[in-house]
T-cell receptor
Framework: GENVEQHPSTLSVQEGDSAVIKCTYS??????FPWYKQELGKRPQLIID?????GEKKDQRIAVTLNKTAKHFSLHITETQPEDSAVYFC?????????????FGKGTMLLVSP | GAVVSQHPSWVICKSGTSVKIECRSL??????MFWYRQFPKQSLMLMAT?????????EQGVEKDKFLINHASLTLSTLTVTSAHPEDSSFYIC????????FGNGTRLTVT
């Protein structure tokens, strides 16, 4: 099955700095890669996703890059703000074959200090 | 937008009792729903895939007789933790998808 590795496990940055979280996956058939933000005790919220037919996607301060050859994808947050502090999870799945299950990374706790 | 409702948001029960958690898709039909468990400071671990009108598919290591799943309609799946023990205390989250995957708010179960 799929295995998703995520690094770092914790990340502390100063407000305004950039933050980068990296994930690797093992199943070359995976073609859908979402990123979730989870605040303490709350549900994960989808913040951005990318499919394997593109290499990069951007939404305001958030961007995701995908390298299919190397089987890794990254989340980039620019101009970080204290409200970006949360746990971020990457995930991978194979879409298009009926239903698909997501395999999550272990998460990255991001702390943005004012 | 699409919403998944999960109830209750928290529950405390005594060891040996059973607890039922409901997951509803509010404005779309979901033939498939997913149940996750999340221990403190850990990732979401898929427990089982709930299939409307048929048996759930359990992940390796998840006891199907302990975690009973019923998906009787296209908008409702239930997870029943039977004979709960303190080690079952966790955050349980369901999800369902239309175009995207939507999570419920989660249920924090504490077994005393």
């Amino acid at each position: 099955g799929e295995n998703v590795e995520q690094h770092p496990s914790t990340l502390s940055v100063q407000e305004g700095d950039s933050a980068v979280i990296k994930c690797t996956y093992s199943d070359s058939a995976s073609n859908y890669f979402p990123w979730y933000k989870q605040e303490l005790g709350k549900r994960p919220q989808l913040i951005i996703d990318i499919r394997s037919n593109v290499g990069e996607k951007k939404d305001q301060r958030i961007a995701v890059t995908l390298n299919k050859t190397a089987k890794h994808f990254s989340l980039h947050i620019t101009e970080t703000q204290p409200e970006d502090s949360a746990v971020y999870f990457c995930a991978a799945s194979v879409e298009g074959s009926g239903y698909s299950t997501l395999t999550f990374g272990k998460g990255t706790m991001l702390l943005v200090s004012p | 937008g699409a919403v998944v409702s999960q109830h209750p948001s928290w529950v405390i029960c005594k060891s040996g009792t059973s607890v039922k958690i409901e997951c509803r898709s509010l404005d779309f039909q979901a033939t498939t729903m997913f149940w996750y468990r999340q221990f403190p400071k850990q990732s979401l671990m898929l427990m089982a895939t709930s299939n409307e009108g048929s048996k759930a598919t359990y992940e390796q290591g998840v006891e199907k007789d302990k975690f009973l799943i019923n998906h009787a309609s296209l908008t409702l799946s239930t997870l029943t933790v039977t004979s709960a023990h303190p080690e079952d205390s966790s955050f349980y989250i369901c999800s369902a998808r239309d175009r995207n995957l939507h999570f419920g708010n989660g249920t924090r179960l504490t077994v005393t």
